[in-house]
Each structure stands twice: as C-alpha cells, then as structure tokens.
C-alpha cells in the first residue's frame, strides 16, 4: 500500500523570507503517489476509485488533500468526478505520470485562431489514427453513443458540448493518457473555438459530416483513412475563417 510520508521541515529562509517549497513538493508526491496507487491496485478505466477518506488513509494525508489532487486529475482528464458517486478513472495512470500545467495565451486575433487549429490538427489526426489502429471494441462503441448525441444535437440546432464530448472520447479511447492530459490542459483554448468566437453565421458547419466519416474510419480500424478524416474535418474549419477573412489570415 503506497504511503506518503509527510515532512514539512524543509522551509528554509532566503533573504528574511520563506520559500514555499514544500507546499509545491506536497502537492506533487500525492498525485505521484496517487498514481502509484491506482496502478498497484490494478484499477482501470471505467472502474470506481476508493472514496477519498479510503485514499487519504492509504496515502496518509488528509481528505482535502487528496480532494485537490482528485481536482487536478478532473481537469486534465484523467478522471471524472460524479456528484453522489464518486470518480471514476477515464484512462489508465501509471507512477510515471506526467502532470504538466499547459500555459496559453487567450487568443485575440484571426491568425490565433488558426494556429490553434494547427495544433488541434496535428492531435486529432493522430489521435484517430490511434484509435483505428488499437483503441478496443468498447472504446469504439463509446465513441459512436457520443458521435450519436453530437447528431441528435445537432438536428436540434447543435451545442457545443456534445461536440467536444465527441472530440473527446476520441483522445480517450488511444488508450495514452497524453492525448486527454493534453487537450485538457487546452481545454480553455480549444473550447474558443467552438464558441464562435469570430461570429460567423453557421461557424463550423461544413466540418460536421466528417464528424461521421472520421468515425466510420476508425470502426473499420483504418489509420489512414481516420487521419486523413479528422484532417478534412479541421481543415474545412480552417477554410471558413480565411473565406471570411481573407485580409487578417
């Protein structure tokens, strides 16, 4: 059972003032240890996580702790929390975890705009490609519940959400936690993006039938082909924010 030990005897003065060091120490060794737990306890995806008195217990640290950490894990993806039930883990964790704070610029011109879809690219062509070649049955399926909500959302006037949830359970089902840590801590960036940010009349339309033909690539376990999808997807995002400004891309 991973046990975190606590030391706060590392403060030392500097100048006359105190250097919060340990704070940022603490923080990190629990989702460390946090991450050593999970695996040693062979919980995997989809399953239930102690309750967190059971996780300050084990760690030895107390509840607000491990509530915090538990945050931190929220917002990068890797689990999700339920109001009355618990988290859950969403992808699998191991002590080599990585948890690194991605810092953007909020974008404010045309040209961030398109950079940003650069790099969303980039993750999303890979990421299908993933999927078609090794995300599980399970996975798969998962993917067609959340590209089925994005359709009926969208014969009802559309929401955002259940286009990013689609988006999402792509980078999910790869089975690497990098690609859900990643675009969570972009999440703020990305999300701009389907906000209409530019105001432009029926923003992203012409991206949502490759929403299905990505989908339908990846079911039939064709990496290429999911790359080649996603690409179109993006691109033809790319394509109206040029149309409609031709001067600022």
């Known amino acids: 059972m991973a046990h975190l030990p606590l030391n706060k005897t590392n403060l030392s003065p500097a100048d006359g003032l105190p250097r919060p060091v340990a704070r940022k120490n603490l923080d990190s060794a629990i989702l460390d240890s946090l991450a050593a737990f999970v695996d040693e306890q062979g919980i995997k995806p989809g399953s239930r996580l102690p309750s967190e008195r059971a996780l300050g217990e084990a760690l030895g640290v107390g509840r607000s702790s491990v509530r915090e950490a538990l945050k931190r894990w929220e917002a990068l993806g890797i689990i999700s929390l339920k109001q009355g039930s618990g988290a859950y883990l969403n992808v699998a964790v191991s002590p080599n975890l990585l948890h ?10 045309v040209k961030d705009l398109l950079q940003i879809l650069q790099v969303r690219r980039a993750l999303e062509g890979e990421a299908a490609a993933v999927c078609a070649a ?28 259940a286009d990013w949830e689609f988006h999402q359970s792509i980078y999910n089902a790869t089975g690497n936690p990098f690609f859900p840590q990643l675009i969570q801590s972009m ?63």
């Open 100 to 109: 690194v704070p991605l810092l953007l610029a909020k974008p404010e011109k």
């Open 134 to 161: 090794s995300a599980s049955d399970e996975a798969i399926a998962g993917i067609a519940a959340c590209l089925q909500k994005l359709e009926i959302s969208h014969d009802s006037g559309g929401s955002p959400d």
């Open 187 to 249: 999440r703020d960036l990305l999300h701009q993006l389907w906000e209409n940010p530019l105001d432009l009349n029926n923003f992203a339309n012409s991206s949502y039938p490759f929403h299905r033909t990505m989908f339908e690539a990846i079911a039939r376990r064709d990496a290429d082909g999911a790359r080649a999808e996603a690409w179109k997807l993006i691109d033809s995002v790319e394509a109206e924010i040029r149309e409609a400004f031709p001067d600022d891309a």
